[in-house]
C-alpha cells in the first residue's frame, strides 16, 4: 500500500473500535488507552480527530485530540499501523489536528510520550515540539513519559 493510496478523514464516534484496536496492537497494557477514554475524547468532549484510510477504507491510522483547558490542545494519542509507518503519514494527521485545533482557538499544543519511544520523540521534535520536564511514573510504576509542547501558529 503506497502513500498515495491513502486518504484522510474527520473521525467519527463510529471509528472508536478500530482506533482502539490499533492503539492496543501498539501498546502495552500499561500504555494503551482503554475504549472508554476513546469514548470520552470523542462523543463527549468532541475533541477533533482524524483517520487514515487505505483504499479498502479501512482505518491505518488515527489521531485523537483534546482541548483539555482554555488555549490549550492535547494530542492524547497518534499511532500508525506498524506495516505503513515512515510514508509520511502520521505527518499529514498531525498537520490536520493543529490545524483543526488552532480553528478552535488553542495556542499551545501539549503531548506526552514514553522516554523509551524513540520513533515517537524523532517523530514530534521533527514536527516542531519542544521536550519539557520527564514525568516520573506516568504510565505507570517505573515507565516514565517526557513532556511536550508546541506553540500553535
Ligand atoms: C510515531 C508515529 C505516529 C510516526 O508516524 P509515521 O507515519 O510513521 O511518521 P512519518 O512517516 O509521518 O514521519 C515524519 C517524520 O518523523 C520522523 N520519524 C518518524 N518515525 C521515525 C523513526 N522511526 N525514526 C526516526 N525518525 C522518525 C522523521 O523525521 C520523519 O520524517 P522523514 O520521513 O522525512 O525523515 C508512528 O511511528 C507510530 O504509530 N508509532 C507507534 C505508536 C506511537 O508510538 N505513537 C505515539 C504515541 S505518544
Redesign the pocket.
Given at each position: 500500500m503506497s502513500r498515495a493510496e491513502i486518504t484522510f478523514r474527520e473521525g467519527r464516534p463510529d471509528d472508536v473500535i478500530p482506533m482502539w484496536k490499533i492503539d492496543q496492537a501498539?501498546f502495552d497494557a500499561q500504555t494503551a488507552y482503554t475504549v472508554d477514554i476513546f469514548y470520552f475524547h470523542l462523543l463527549v468532549g468532541r475533541a477533533p480527530a482524524f483517520v487514515a484510510e487505505d483504499s479498502k477504507k479501512k482505518i491505518v491510522?488515527f489521531v485523537l485530540c483534546a482541548v483539555e483547558k482554555k488555549k490549550t490542545g492535547t494530542i492524547v494519542?497518534?499511532?500508525?499501523v506498524e506495516g505503513l509507518?515512515?510514508?509520511?503519514?502520521?505527518?499529514e494527521l498531525m498537520r490536520l489536528a493543529e490545524k483543526a485545533l488552532r480553528g478552535r482557538g488553542v495556542a499551545r499544543i501539549e503531548?506526552q510520550?514514553a522516554v523509551e519511544?524513540?520513533?515517537?520523540i524523532?517523530?514530534y521534535e521533527?514536527l516542531g515540539y519542544a521536550r519539557g520536564k520527564k514525568l516520573p511514573d506516568y504510565y505507570a510504576a517505573g515507565r516514565d513519559a517526557f513532556q511536550y509542547d508546541k506553540k500553535s501558529e
Open positions: 501498539c491510522g494519542t497518534i499511532d500508525i509507518r515512515g510514508k509520511g503519514i502520521g505527518r503531548l510520550t519511544n524513540e520513533a515517537a524523532k517523530f521533527s
